[in-house]
Nanobody, 127 residues
Framework: QVQLVESGGGLVQAGGSLRLSCAVS????????MGWFRQASGKEREFVAT????????YYADSVKGRFTISRDNAKNTVYLQMNSLKPEDTAVYYC????????????????????WGQGTQVTVSS
Protein backbone atom coordinates (compact mmCIF):
# COMPACT_ATOMS: atom_id res chain seq x y z
CA GLN A 1 0.00 0.00 0.00
CA VAL A 2 1.38 3.38 -1.02
CA GLN A 3 0.84 6.34 1.29
CA LEU A 4 1.02 9.94 0.15
CA VAL A 5 1.28 12.86 2.57
CA GLU A 6 1.03 16.46 1.35
CA SER A 7 2.37 19.47 3.22
CA GLY A 8 3.14 23.11 2.61
CA GLY A 9 -0.30 24.57 2.21
CA GLY A 10 -1.39 27.74 3.95
CA LEU A 11 -2.67 31.28 3.59
CA VAL A 12 -0.88 33.63 1.21
CA GLN A 13 -1.64 36.97 -0.39
CA ALA A 14 -2.27 37.27 -4.09
CA GLY A 15 1.02 37.42 -5.97
CA GLY A 16 2.77 35.33 -3.36
CA SER A 17 4.32 31.88 -3.53
CA LEU A 18 4.01 28.51 -1.84
CA ARG A 19 5.76 25.19 -2.32
CA LEU A 20 3.78 22.04 -1.74
CA SER A 21 5.48 18.76 -0.99
CA CYS A 22 4.17 15.22 -1.22
CA ALA A 23 6.08 12.46 0.54
CA VAL A 24 5.42 8.97 -0.77
CA SER A 25 6.07 5.73 1.07
CA UNK A 26 7.51 2.64 -0.52
CA UNK A 27 10.54 1.63 -2.53
CA UNK A 28 9.12 2.02 -6.04
CA UNK A 29 8.30 5.73 -6.02
CA UNK A 30 10.91 6.37 -8.68
CA UNK A 31 8.91 4.30 -11.17
CA UNK A 32 5.60 6.17 -10.72
CA UNK A 33 4.18 9.10 -12.63
CA MET A 34 2.91 11.69 -10.17
CA GLY A 35 0.26 14.35 -10.39
CA TRP A 36 -1.22 17.30 -8.55
CA PHE A 37 -4.93 18.03 -8.56
CA ARG A 38 -7.04 20.58 -6.75
CA GLN A 39 -10.62 20.96 -5.65
CA ALA A 40 -12.20 24.27 -4.79
CA SER A 41 -15.25 24.42 -2.57
CA GLY A 42 -18.34 23.40 -4.49
CA LYS A 43 -16.38 22.45 -7.60
CA GLU A 44 -15.09 19.25 -9.13
CA ARG A 45 -11.53 18.09 -8.71
CA GLU A 46 -9.34 19.40 -11.50
CA PHE A 47 -5.95 18.55 -12.92
CA VAL A 48 -3.05 20.87 -12.12
CA ALA A 49 0.22 19.22 -13.19
CA THR A 50 1.90 15.89 -13.79
CA UNK A 51 5.45 14.58 -14.00
CA UNK A 52 6.75 11.32 -15.40
CA UNK A 53 8.75 8.81 -13.39
CA UNK A 54 12.12 10.31 -14.31
CA UNK A 55 11.01 13.92 -14.62
CA UNK A 56 11.44 13.87 -18.38
CA UNK A 57 7.82 14.77 -19.08
CA UNK A 58 5.85 17.50 -17.36
CA TYR A 59 2.44 18.80 -18.30
CA TYR A 60 0.30 21.58 -16.85
CA ALA A 61 -3.23 22.82 -16.90
CA ASP A 62 -3.54 26.01 -18.92
CA SER A 63 -4.70 27.87 -15.82
CA VAL A 64 -1.35 27.36 -14.05
CA LYS A 65 1.09 27.19 -16.96
CA GLY A 66 3.97 29.60 -16.47
CA ARG A 67 3.20 30.05 -12.77
CA PHE A 68 3.46 26.56 -11.29
CA THR A 69 6.33 24.08 -11.57
CA ILE A 70 6.18 20.40 -10.74
CA SER A 71 9.37 18.56 -9.83
CA ARG A 72 10.48 15.44 -8.02
CA ASP A 73 13.37 14.11 -5.99
CA ASN A 74 13.42 10.34 -6.35
CA ALA A 75 16.11 10.01 -3.70
CA LYS A 76 13.71 11.60 -1.20
CA ASN A 77 10.50 9.94 -2.48
CA THR A 78 9.01 13.40 -2.81
CA VAL A 79 7.20 15.39 -5.47
CA TYR A 80 6.87 19.17 -5.29
CA LEU A 81 4.63 21.86 -6.65
CA GLN A 82 6.15 25.33 -6.69
CA MET A 83 3.36 27.87 -7.01
CA ASN A 84 4.22 31.46 -7.91
CA SER A 85 2.11 34.50 -8.73
CA LEU A 86 -0.78 32.99 -6.85
CA LYS A 87 -4.29 34.22 -7.54
CA PRO A 88 -7.46 34.02 -5.42
CA GLU A 89 -8.84 31.52 -7.92
CA ASP A 90 -6.01 29.14 -6.98
CA THR A 91 -7.68 28.67 -3.59
CA ALA A 92 -8.46 24.98 -3.17
CA VAL A 93 -7.49 21.77 -1.46
CA TYR A 94 -4.48 20.40 -3.33
CA TYR A 95 -3.99 16.66 -3.69
CA CYS A 96 -1.06 14.66 -4.93
CA UNK A 97 -1.65 11.37 -6.67
CA UNK A 98 0.36 8.42 -7.94
CA UNK A 99 -0.07 6.41 -11.12
CA UNK A 100 1.57 3.09 -10.34
CA UNK A 101 1.90 1.82 -13.89
CA UNK A 102 5.64 1.70 -13.76
CA UNK A 103 8.02 3.55 -16.06
CA UNK A 104 5.43 4.99 -18.44
CA UNK A 105 6.31 8.06 -20.48
CA UNK A 106 2.82 9.48 -20.58
CA UNK A 107 1.34 12.69 -19.20
CA UNK A 108 -1.68 11.56 -17.22
CA UNK A 109 -4.14 14.39 -16.69
CA UNK A 110 -7.30 12.59 -15.59
CA UNK A 111 -8.12 11.78 -11.99
CA UNK A 112 -9.25 8.25 -12.86
CA UNK A 113 -5.77 7.48 -14.19
CA UNK A 114 -4.35 7.73 -10.67
CA UNK A 115 -4.79 4.98 -8.13
CA UNK A 116 -3.32 6.43 -4.94
CA TRP A 117 -4.14 9.78 -3.35
CA GLY A 118 -3.04 11.89 -0.44
CA GLN A 119 -5.36 13.53 2.05
CA GLY A 120 -4.91 17.02 0.63
CA THR A 121 -3.55 20.33 1.86
CA GLN A 122 -5.46 23.61 1.90
CA VAL A 123 -4.17 26.57 -0.09
CA THR A 124 -5.93 29.88 0.44
CA VAL A 125 -5.00 32.96 -1.56
CA SER A 126 -6.35 36.26 -0.29
CA SER A 127 -6.97 39.24 -2.55
Amino acid sequence: QVQLVESGGGLVQAGGSLRLSCAVSGRTFSSYNMGWFRQASGKEREFVATISWNGGITYYADSVKGRFTISRDNAKNTVYLQMNSLKPEDTAVYYCAANRRRYTNVAYDRANEYDSWGQGTQVTVSS
